[in-house]
């Protein structure tokens, strides 16, 4: 499903490149679940931007279902994260303002027209999260645990062939993360491919497969 090949990344910054990715080669299969774990600066979260169209490679190639990524242009990538992509974040990202129904129901705004269902589909992703009784509710009025699960809800809302997780646990204590991550694995076993990053060996080990990244390179 997905193939990179000699990735890298640099940034310019006060006249000198930085380099973060250097020649990274990664596969993963349909229905794996894959950790890419690294101390922080080693380039995890970088690699997974790339990997889930949010950011482009400095060099190197990279295709999605047989499809080339790297090049694309800004719609095309937007097109492809709508229909293909979840993603959740360490942050949670949802907007204070709206319930956590329409927090759920906002990828349907950025992927084409206005779908009829999105309200229903969102209700169905919250439901599966165990978030059911939540619906109206505002970021403000749940607890940490509760806003990753909306977060996760969102991410698969669209039905996406994959999530990208970064750091899904980093702002959760321990009995809550462990819950995150048994939902995450229970979205893998329904068929939904999981890539996820991750500075933390115990959630790395929850993986199928896992994957180390030292100075933007994988361990041998």
Same mark, same amino acid.
């Given at each position: ?42 380039g995890k ?19 999605f279902?047989?499809?080339?990524? %790297?090049?694309? !242009?800004?719609? /095309? $990538?937007? @097109?492809?994260?709508a229909?293909?992509? +979840? ?5 949670? &990202? ?16 950025y992927?084409?027209? %206005?779908?009829? !269902?999105?309200? /229903? $589909?969102? @209700? ?5 999260? +165990? ?5 109206? &509710? ?22 996406p ?21 048994d939902l ?17 060996a ?19």
């Amino acid at each position: 499903m997905i193939r990179a090949r000699a990735i890298e990344k640099s940034y310019a910054k006060a006249g000198h490149v930085i380099p973060v990715l250097r020649g990274i080669d990664i596969d993963v299969e349909r229905g794996e679940f894959v950790a890419i774990a690294g101390a922080s600066g080693s380039g995890k979260s970088t690699l997974l931007h790339i990997l889930g169209a949010l950011d482009s490679p400095s060099a190197g190639h990279y295709a999605f279902g047989g499809r080339e990524v %790297a090049g694309i !242009d800004d719609d /095309a $990538r937007s @097109r492809l994260r709508a229909s293909s992509f +979840g993603f959740v974040f360490q942050g949670f &990202h949802l907007l204070p303002q709206l319930t956590i129904l329409e927090n759920v129901a906002l990828p349907f705004l950025y992927g084409g027209p %206005a779908r009829p !269902d999105a309200t /229903a $589909r969102a @209700r169905r992703a919250l439901e599966r999260v +165990g978030l059911g009784h939540r619906l109206g &509710h505002t970021p403000a009025e749940l607890s940490g645990g509760e806003m990753q699960r909306a977060a996760i809800a969102r991410a698969i809302v669209v039905e996406p062939e994959v999530v990208f997780a970064d750091e899904p646990t980093g702002n959760l204590d321990s009995g809550t993360g462990a819950q995150v991550l048994d939902l995450l694995a229970e979205l893998n076993r329904s068929g939904t491919t999981l890539v996820l990053v991750t500075h933390d060996a115990a959630v790395a080990s929850r993986a199928h497969r896992r994957m180390h990244l030292t100075d933007g390179r994988f361990d041998a």
